[in-house]
């Protein structure tokens, strides 16, 4: 699944994909009001025209000039039923050697993975556990349902950082790490998968504009602040969640001086957000009512605020309907 806007870059994504990409179903969402270019056969192609049909009166609730368009992506990805979700950026490209399965092939491997419990610390190794290690701890298998992929060439860095450090480069990924139990990370969209039964709990947020062109008061943080919700409920749900290995090589930094205008304003609120999250107690059973009980309990006051619990429930609502 890719959202765009740009024709040139995501013909050159298809092009580079391809080989991995043909005869999987790919969904690409286009952040204008009509498809305003063509693309192959074996694509799906959406725009806010679409975006409107399907969801009518609460197509509000997917915003416009954001890359959390890509909401409305995993929403049709998910109608599909399929094994799992990929979510990339349109000028995130294939590196040069994967091995034999693939890219995929790793990402299926990561997803399969079944991680111990980490509630305690094993002293001796993954093989045998000391005397005073719980039996009822050693057996817990816990399932990975969602994998953060990494970047190769330029990272993912806030404005502030790509000021400081915009010639800093990274190496193709090479290691798989299990994300703690309690621990919180900067979940970024552009190299992201998933299991569809997570999908409610991936809703990318009010980012951007609104459907009449007026912008929220927030961008750059949909990917963000959706990964601090969804730990916190993986969390609770006893799922595991990895990044790392298989990378994508992410070919351009975006404008330093426009993500600083963006980021902005929410970065104040991303400095105390994950504790108010943290502060939540969960006690539902499904990743819906989990999100709609932190919906409910999260401390954050305000207009937007309110909107966006709103949002939230219209998109686990989504889900239900179907």
Excluded at 58 to 70: E, H, M, N
Excluded at 192 to 210: E, H, Q, R
Aim: with cysteine.
């Amino acid at each position: 699944m890719v959202p765009t806007i740009r024709k040139e870059c995501i013909e050159e994504f298809l092009g580079a994909w391809r080989a991995e990409f043909l005869g999987q179903r790919v969904v690409v969402v286009e952040d204008n009001p009509k498809k305003s270019f063509s693309l192959p056969s074996w694509v799906e192609h959406y725009s806010w025209e679409e975006i409107n049909g399907e969801l009518g009166k609460d197509a509000w609730i997917i915003p416009r000039r954001s890359d959390t368009v890509r909401s409305f992506g995993y929403f049709k990805a998910w109608q599909g039923k399929p094994d799992y979700i990929l979510t990339l950026d349109d000028d995130c490209l294939p590196e040069k050697d994967y091995g034999e399965r693939g890219f995929l092939g790793k990402l299926e491997e990561n997803l399969a993975k079944k991680w111990p419990d980490d509630s305690w610390w094993n002293t001796l190794s993954d093989e045998v556990c000391p005397r005073g290690y719980p039996y009822g701890v050693r057996e817990v298998k816990r399932e990975t349902v969602m994998h953060h992929g990494l970047w190769s060439n330029v990272p993912d860095l806030d404005a502030r950082t790509q000021k400081k450090r915009g010639d800093y480069r990274t190496s193709p990924a090479r290691k798989l790490e299990l994300v703690p139990r309690g621990r919180f990370f900067p979940m970024c969209g552009m190299n992201l998968a998933f299991k569809p039964k997570v999908v409610p709990m991936l809703y990318f947020m009010l980012m951007g504009k609104d459907w009449t062109g007026k912008p929220w008061p927030y961008d750059r943080f949909g990917d963000i602040w959706a990964g601090v919700f969804a730990k916190k409920i993986c969390d609770h749900l006893g799922w595991a969640v990895t990044s790392g290995a298989p990378s994508v090589h992410h070919a351009k930094a975006s404008d330093v001086e426009v993500n600083w205008e963006k980021e902005k304003p929410g970065v104040p609120v991303n400095e105390m957000l994950w504790q108010r999250v943290e502060r939540v107690c969960l006690s539902e059973k499904s990743v819906g009512r989990c999100y709609l009980q932190l919906a409910e309990q999260l401390d954050m006051e305000g207009e937007y605020w309110g909107t966006l619990k709103q949002a939230m429930r219209i998109w686990v609502g989504l889900f239900e309907k179907c």
